[in-house]
């Protein structure tokens, strides 16, 4: 079973920016997608960002693209989700899941696909 833990969430004004983690730990033998969400209150969950078992494919939502990077660690078994020019419509929950070897997330990841979740890590950008 794989567990997924996010840290690095927090109060940051505009502008300003966090790095979040997700550490994997349990099994994680075979390479597999990564993708993180956010929920705000009242909203849907959203997907803004993806990283493929290789790290060779990422993916951006149009809303944070230019602005966050995804990035991984394989020998930490790490995600890292470098999050700059924050706005305050960036502020909620953060949350990475974990894939499979194959998961497709190009164009666009599925929520479906991913089957492993983290219990998520706050995010507010408020002045």
């Known amino acids: 079973q794989l567990q997924l833990v996010e840290s690095g969430g927090g109060l940051v004004q505009p502008g300003g920016s966090l790095r979040l983690s997700c550490a994997a730990s349990?099994?994680?033998?075979?390479?597999?997608?990564i993708a993180w969400f956010r929920q705000a209150p009242g909203k849907d969950r959203e997907v803004v960002s993806a990283i493929s078992a290789g790290g060779g494919t990422t993916y951006y939502s149009d809303s944070v693209k230019g602005r966050f990077t995804i990035s991984r660690d394989s020998a930490k078994s790490t995600v890292y989700l470098q999050m700059n020019n924050l706005k305050p419509e960036d502020t909620a929950v953060y949350y990475c899941?974990?894939?499979?070897?194959?998961?497709?997330?190009?164009?666009?990841?599925?929520?479906?696909?991913?089957?492993?979740w983290g219990q998520g890590t706050q995010v507010t950008v408020s002045s």
């Open positions: 349990g099994f994680t033998s075979d390479p597999y997608a």
């Open positions: 899941a974990a894939g499979g070897f194959n998961t497709i997330i190009i164009p666009t990841p599925w929520v479906g696909d991913f089957r492993s």
